[in-house]
């Protein structure tokens, strides 16, 4: 018997979330029957040659998703404990779209440790089992954007993952990681076409 392999099986996944690092995140969709989340993000990329792509966004696809959980909280900057939120599943786009574009924040996004999950999984508005296997990867990011009191945290449980274009046309994963690496590589040499409004240039 022939067994397929995922897009992320034997992956070292730190270029990868290097890709993901500070992109923009604009709104998720989730399709509980075929086991897939897609998130649709503005991400941080640069050619091998030439100006930085006018349309940089893209839409990555978890697939073979079996759980998604989620903490909506606010904590005022006097408040001694957060309070947590309601929140469902199919209204997780609407919560993210609350945030006007929060960046995703850090380095680190797939497969990650459980240290957040620890801190934040005693505060959640749900946590959604869509099917019972285990699945392979995990994908967590937060949505916290100036002075707005608020906090988001997603945790993600899939097998595999996808990107595409605005038009739908699949981009090859390592040349996805490539365009981000040489983004934030051009940004630490101080290239002008890394010039992105909240994004601090490099000194």
Known sequence: MNVSRGLLD???TAAL????????????DVDTANARLSLD????????????????????TCTGVSRVAA?????????LKASVLPLQLDK????????????????????VDDSGWVH???????????????????????QEEGIDPRELDVRVWFDDIMIQDTNGAEIPLQQFIAGGVRWWA??????????RAGIVPQL
């Open 10 to 12: 034997g992956m070292d």
């Open 17 to 28: 979330n290097t890709a993901l690092s500070e992109a923009t995140c604009l709104g998720v």
């Open 41 to 60: 993000l503005e991400v941080l990329t640069l050619p091998a040659e030439g100006a930085a792509p006018e349309d940089y966004r893209v839409q990555l």
């Open 71 to 79: 903490s909506l909280r606010m904590q005022a900057w006097d408040d």
């Open 92 to 111: 997780l786009d609407a919560a993210i779209r609350s945030f006007g574009g929060g960046r995703l924040h850090g380095w680190e996004f797939i497969d």
């Open 120 to 142: 934040w999984s005693e505060l959640l508005s749900f946590d959604t089992r869509i099917d019972s296997h285990v699945s392979a990867h995990v994908l967590e990011f937060s």
């Open 186 to 195: 051009a940004h630490d040499a101080g290239d002008l076409r890394t010039m």
